[in-house]
């Protein structure tokens, strides 16, 4: 059974750091794109960011380019994002996505993580 | 950067109703598009990809339609558990663009 579970989410204040992480299992994880999609309370999704299942490549919103990195660790078959120089606007669910295979340029998302909210308020 | 619009933002039916929302890219995507459901406080889950195809585990009711630059997902006997938000996606690019959303209620 595929699961992809987000941990790392909190409360920041502007202008800070966080490193969000996501944990996945029941599937060859290096074989496959993964990705970060966000939602603002009560606003529709947002694709921020991706990367290959080597990770030779990857991808960033235009929104987060610059402030957030997305790197993953085969061994560890773990995917994670640093965020840095954050602001309100960054406040959202963040959910791990994997893909439903590796880039091409991209993928649908098949599977979805539960989420892990991070807010950034002074 | 190719953008997704969906129409209607909301719409309300009523039980055995069928139900159409439509999503346009300012671009052709041919059909590499994408609907997902998103219930309250869940994550989104993959209704259809490749613009028709239903994923395995998806009620028949759901079906998707269209290319190039015009696309619809019909549910064509609303119940219940279909109250959601629905979501279009783009993955012809490495931009991956999510239309704003179709909220789903009951009348």
């Known amino acids: 059974e595929v699961q992809l579970l987000e941990s790392g989410g909190g409360l920041v204040q502007p202008g800070g750091s966080l490193r969000l992480s996501c944990a996945a299992s029941?599937?060859?994880?290096?074989?496959?794109?993964v990705y970060w999609v966000r939602q603002a309370p009560g606003k529709g999704l947002e694709w921020v960011s991706g990367?290959?299942?080597?990770?030779?490549?990857?991808d960033y919103a235009d929104s987060v380019k610059g402030r957030f990195t997305i790197s993953r660790d085969n061994s560890k078959n773990t995917l994670d994002l640093q965020m840095n120089s954050l602001t309100a606007e960054d406040t959202a669910l963040y959910y791990c996505a994997k893909g439903h295979g590796d880039y091409a340029p991209s993928n649908y998302f098949d599977y979805w993580g539960q989420g892990t909210l991070v807010t950034v308020s002074s | 950067d190719i953008q997704m619009t969906q129409s209607p933002s909301t719409l309300s039916a009523s039980v055995g109703d069928r139900v159409t929302i439509t999503c346009r890219a300012s671009?052709?995507?041919?059909?590499?598009l994408a609907w997902y459901q998103q219930k309250p406080g869940k994550a989104p889950k993959v209704l259809i990809y490749?613009?028709?195809v239903l994923q395995s585990g998806v009620p028949s009711r759901f079906s998707g339609s269209g290319s190039g630059t015009e696309f619809t997902l019909t549910i064509s006997s609303l119940q219940p558990e279909d109250v959601a938000a629905y979501y279009c996606h783009q993955y012809k690019t490495s931009s991956n663009m999510f239309g704003q959303g179709a909220k789903v209620e009951l009348k």
């Open positions: 671009q052709s995507v041919d059909r590499w």
């Open positions: 490749e613009a028709s």
């Open positions: 029941g599937f060859t994880f290096s074989s496959y794109a």
């Open positions: 990367i290959s299942g080597s990770g030779g490549r990857t």
